[in-house]
Protein backbone atom coordinates (compact mmCIF):
# COMPACT_ATOMS: atom_id res chain seq x y z
CA UNK A 1 0.00 0.00 0.00
CA UNK A 2 1.61 2.95 -0.98
CA UNK A 3 0.21 6.89 -0.48
CA UNK A 4 -2.31 8.39 -2.66
CA UNK A 5 -1.03 10.74 -5.59
CA UNK A 6 2.34 9.74 -4.98
CA UNK A 7 4.74 8.67 -7.96
CA UNK A 8 6.03 5.31 -7.47
CA UNK A 9 8.72 4.41 -10.02
CA UNK A 10 12.52 3.25 -10.81
CA UNK A 11 15.12 5.64 -10.53
CA UNK A 12 15.97 7.93 -13.44
CA UNK A 13 19.21 6.56 -14.74
CA UNK A 14 19.57 3.33 -13.48
CA UNK A 15 19.69 0.73 -16.56
CA UNK A 16 23.00 -0.01 -17.88
CA UNK A 17 24.07 -2.44 -20.64
CA UNK A 18 26.51 -5.94 -20.34
CA UNK A 19 28.81 -6.97 -22.07
CA UNK A 20 26.40 -9.31 -23.53
CA UNK A 21 24.22 -6.58 -24.83
CA UNK A 22 21.35 -6.96 -22.06
CA UNK A 23 19.73 -4.20 -19.85
CA UNK A 24 19.88 -4.41 -16.29
CA UNK A 25 18.62 -2.37 -13.22
CA UNK A 26 21.07 -2.09 -10.40
CA UNK A 27 19.01 0.51 -8.87
CA UNK A 28 17.37 -1.80 -6.61
CA UNK A 29 20.38 -2.93 -5.16
CA UNK A 30 22.09 0.06 -4.96
CA UNK A 31 19.44 1.45 -2.96
CA UNK A 32 19.42 -1.82 -0.83
CA UNK A 33 22.78 -1.39 -0.15
CA UNK A 34 22.20 2.11 0.68
CA UNK A 35 19.64 1.21 3.30
CA UNK A 36 21.81 -1.72 4.41
CA UNK A 37 24.12 0.86 6.05
CA UNK A 38 21.53 3.33 6.91
CA UNK A 39 20.22 1.00 9.58
CA UNK A 40 21.96 -0.55 12.39
CA UNK A 41 25.72 -0.36 12.73
CA UNK A 42 27.58 -2.27 10.00
CA UNK A 43 29.92 -3.77 12.28
CA UNK A 44 27.69 -5.41 14.61
CA UNK A 45 24.99 -6.78 12.61
CA UNK A 46 26.91 -7.14 8.74
CA UNK A 47 24.33 -8.51 5.74
CA UNK A 48 25.03 -10.77 3.67
CA UNK A 49 24.21 -10.64 -0.18
CA UNK A 50 21.24 -12.28 -0.04
CA UNK A 51 19.96 -10.28 2.56
CA UNK A 52 20.96 -7.43 0.18
CA UNK A 53 18.74 -8.98 -2.75
CA UNK A 54 15.78 -9.77 -0.42
CA UNK A 55 15.99 -6.29 0.32
CA UNK A 56 16.55 -4.85 -3.08
CA UNK A 57 13.17 -7.55 -4.41
CA UNK A 58 10.76 -5.43 -1.54
CA UNK A 59 11.94 -1.56 -1.87
CA UNK A 60 9.60 0.59 -3.98
CA UNK A 61 10.83 3.92 -5.05
CA UNK A 62 8.10 6.82 -4.02
CA UNK A 63 8.85 10.66 -4.89
CA UNK A 64 6.62 13.38 -3.45
CA UNK A 65 6.28 17.14 -4.41
CA UNK A 66 6.94 19.99 -1.79
CA UNK A 67 3.96 20.12 0.51
CA UNK A 68 2.32 16.67 -0.35
CA UNK A 69 1.57 14.63 2.41
CA UNK A 70 3.25 10.96 2.53
CA UNK A 71 0.42 9.89 5.21
CA UNK A 72 -1.72 11.42 7.87
CA UNK A 73 -2.23 11.12 11.65
CA UNK A 74 -4.05 8.40 13.46
CA UNK A 75 -3.16 6.49 9.79
CA UNK A 76 -3.12 2.65 9.95
CA UNK A 77 0.28 1.21 10.73
CA UNK A 78 -0.22 -1.37 7.66
CA UNK A 79 0.96 1.57 5.41
CA UNK A 80 4.03 0.33 6.06
CA UNK A 81 7.87 1.79 6.25
CA UNK A 82 9.60 4.51 4.73
CA UNK A 83 12.99 5.56 4.12
CA UNK A 84 14.16 8.64 3.00
CA UNK A 85 16.23 8.70 -0.01
CA UNK A 86 16.59 12.62 -0.43
CA UNK A 87 14.94 15.54 0.07
CA UNK A 88 13.06 16.27 3.93
CA UNK A 89 9.64 15.36 5.36
CA UNK A 90 8.04 16.93 8.13
CA UNK A 91 6.48 15.42 11.13
CA UNK A 92 3.47 17.23 13.12
CA UNK A 93 0.67 16.97 15.12
CA UNK A 94 -2.34 19.16 15.93
CA UNK A 95 -2.53 21.15 18.91
CA UNK A 96 -5.21 23.42 19.45
CA UNK A 97 -5.67 25.45 16.24
CA UNK A 98 -2.34 25.18 15.19
CA UNK A 99 0.52 22.50 15.08
CA UNK A 100 3.77 21.46 16.42
CA UNK A 101 6.35 19.85 14.37
CA UNK A 102 8.30 17.01 16.41
CA UNK A 103 10.46 16.13 13.69
CA UNK A 104 12.41 16.49 10.70
CA UNK A 105 13.24 13.38 8.44
CA UNK A 106 16.34 13.69 6.24
CA UNK A 107 17.82 11.25 3.90
CA UNK A 108 18.91 8.02 5.47
CA UNK A 109 15.88 8.43 8.23
CA UNK A 110 13.22 5.68 8.72
CA UNK A 111 9.45 5.84 9.73
CA UNK A 112 6.93 3.80 10.05
CA UNK A 113 8.54 0.81 11.29
CA UNK A 114 8.05 1.24 15.42
CA UNK A 115 4.35 2.05 14.97
CA UNK A 116 4.44 -1.19 13.11
CA UNK A 117 5.84 -3.62 15.36
CA UNK A 118 4.31 -2.33 17.88
CA UNK A 119 0.49 -2.06 15.71
CA UNK A 120 -0.31 1.61 16.76
CA UNK A 121 -1.46 3.93 14.73
CA UNK A 122 0.60 6.44 13.41
CA UNK A 123 1.06 9.92 15.61
CA UNK A 124 1.52 12.28 13.51
CA UNK A 125 1.52 13.75 10.26
CA UNK A 126 4.40 13.73 7.20
CA UNK A 127 4.60 16.38 4.74
CA UNK A 128 7.27 16.89 2.14
CA UNK A 129 8.80 20.46 2.86
CA UNK A 130 10.77 19.96 -0.66
CA UNK A 131 10.90 17.28 -3.46
CA UNK A 132 11.13 14.01 -1.92
CA UNK A 133 12.00 10.39 -3.34
CA UNK A 134 11.59 7.41 -0.32
CA UNK A 135 11.77 3.65 -0.15
CA UNK A 136 8.76 2.14 1.11
CA UNK A 137 8.14 -1.54 2.39
CA UNK A 138 4.87 -2.92 2.79
CA UNK A 139 3.53 -4.36 5.87
CA UNK A 140 4.03 -7.41 5.05
CA UNK A 141 7.09 -7.58 3.33
CA UNK A 142 8.54 -5.63 5.87
CA UNK A 143 7.11 -8.73 8.06
CA UNK A 144 8.59 -11.36 5.85
CA UNK A 145 12.15 -9.33 5.95
CA UNK A 146 12.54 -10.01 9.45
CA UNK A 147 11.54 -13.13 9.71
CA UNK A 148 13.72 -14.62 7.02
CA UNK A 149 16.48 -12.74 7.60
CA UNK A 150 18.03 -12.65 11.08
CA UNK A 151 20.87 -10.09 10.07
CA UNK A 152 18.42 -8.04 8.45
CA UNK A 153 16.04 -7.95 11.89
CA UNK A 154 19.14 -7.83 14.44
CA UNK A 155 20.30 -4.57 12.03
CA UNK A 156 16.47 -2.98 12.06
CA UNK A 157 16.81 -3.76 16.33
CA UNK A 158 19.56 -1.12 16.51
CA UNK A 159 18.40 1.19 14.34
CA UNK A 160 15.31 0.95 16.32
CA UNK A 161 16.92 1.38 19.70
CA UNK A 162 19.69 4.07 18.47
CA UNK A 163 16.53 6.10 17.61
CA UNK A 164 14.65 5.39 20.74
CA UNK A 165 18.05 6.62 22.50
CA UNK A 166 18.36 9.81 20.72
CA UNK A 167 14.55 10.78 21.33
CA UNK A 168 14.91 10.59 24.78
CA UNK A 169 17.95 12.35 25.08
CA UNK A 170 16.96 15.11 23.02
CA UNK A 171 13.43 15.15 25.12
CA UNK A 172 15.69 15.20 28.15
CA UNK A 173 18.05 18.46 27.62
CA UNK A 174 14.69 20.02 26.47
CA UNK A 175 13.25 19.61 29.58
CA UNK A 176 13.48 22.87 32.00
CA UNK A 177 15.84 24.69 29.58
CA UNK A 178 15.70 28.62 29.06
CA UNK A 179 14.82 28.78 25.24
CA UNK A 180 18.05 30.24 24.13
CA UNK A 181 19.53 26.84 25.20
CA UNK A 182 16.54 24.90 23.70
CA UNK A 183 17.52 26.82 20.38
CA UNK A 184 21.32 25.67 20.52
CA UNK A 185 20.21 22.38 20.72
CA UNK A 186 17.85 22.27 18.59
CA UNK A 187 20.45 24.11 15.93
CA UNK A 188 23.44 21.78 16.58
CA UNK A 189 21.24 18.79 16.37
CA UNK A 190 19.77 19.93 13.02
CA UNK A 191 22.69 21.19 11.36
CA UNK A 192 23.72 19.21 7.82
CA UNK A 193 27.55 17.29 9.15
CA UNK A 194 30.04 19.57 8.33
CA UNK A 195 33.92 20.33 9.64
CA UNK A 196 33.30 24.17 9.80
CA UNK A 197 29.19 23.81 11.58
CA UNK A 198 27.35 22.98 9.01
CA UNK A 199 23.79 24.46 8.03
CA UNK A 200 20.16 24.31 9.22
CA UNK A 201 18.22 24.10 6.34
CA UNK A 202 14.78 24.76 8.14
CA UNK A 203 12.68 27.90 8.02
CA UNK A 204 12.23 29.63 11.29
CA UNK A 205 8.15 28.86 11.25
CA UNK A 206 9.56 25.04 11.41
CA UNK A 207 12.13 25.93 14.08
CA UNK A 208 9.57 27.86 15.92
CA UNK A 209 7.31 25.22 15.64
CA UNK A 210 9.39 22.15 16.57
CA UNK A 211 10.12 24.64 20.04
CA UNK A 212 6.33 25.48 20.40
CA UNK A 213 7.21 28.61 20.61
CA UNK A 214 6.06 32.10 18.57
CA UNK A 215 8.51 33.20 15.72
CA UNK A 216 9.03 36.46 16.81
CA UNK A 217 10.36 34.43 19.97
CA UNK A 218 12.52 32.83 17.72
CA UNK A 219 13.72 35.45 15.78
CA UNK A 220 15.28 37.47 18.45
CA UNK A 221 17.32 34.76 19.91
CA UNK A 222 18.47 34.00 16.25
CA UNK A 223 19.15 37.78 16.28
CA UNK A 224 21.14 37.60 19.15
CA UNK A 225 23.18 35.02 18.48
CA UNK A 226 23.98 36.08 14.68
CA UNK A 227 25.17 39.36 16.87
CA UNK A 228 27.83 37.35 18.76
CA UNK A 229 28.85 35.57 15.76
CA UNK A 230 27.36 32.19 16.60
CA UNK A 231 25.28 32.01 13.56
CA UNK A 232 24.35 32.94 10.01
CA UNK A 233 20.85 33.40 9.41
CA UNK A 234 19.60 33.33 6.01
CA UNK A 235 16.81 32.55 3.52
CA UNK A 236 14.98 29.10 5.07
CA UNK A 237 18.87 28.52 6.76
CA UNK A 238 20.95 29.14 9.51
CA UNK A 239 24.48 28.40 9.23
CA UNK A 240 26.31 27.85 12.85
CA UNK A 241 29.68 29.43 12.77
CA UNK A 242 30.45 28.29 16.19
CA UNK A 243 29.67 24.92 17.48
CA UNK A 244 31.45 25.97 20.50
CA UNK A 245 29.53 28.44 21.58
CA UNK A 246 26.26 26.73 20.56
CA UNK A 247 27.22 23.68 22.77
CA UNK A 248 27.94 25.87 25.75
CA UNK A 249 24.76 27.55 25.70
CA UNK A 250 22.96 24.14 25.21
CA UNK A 251 24.54 23.33 28.48
CA UNK A 252 23.53 25.89 30.99
Known sequence: MTPSGVNVSRWPGALR???????TDDAPIRDAAWVARCVGR??????????????????????????????GANAD???????????????????GRGRVVVGVLRPGDVEGD??????????????????VTCLHLTSSDFERLLARHPAIARRWLSSVAQRLATSQERLIALLGRPLPAQLA?????????????????????????ML???????NKILKDF?????????????RVLDTAALARIRSH
Not at 114 to 125: D, M, R, S
Not at 226 to 238: D, F
Open 77 to 95: SSTGVWIIRSGQVELSVAA
Open 17 to 23: TTRTGSV
Open 114 to 131: IPLLLGLALPYTARALDA
Open 226 to 238: ERHGHIEVGYASV
Open 42 to 71: GAAAPLASGDVAALAQTLRPIELRAGQPLF
Open 185 to 209: GLLLDEADPDPDGGVVRLPQRTLAA
Open 212 to 218: GVARPSL
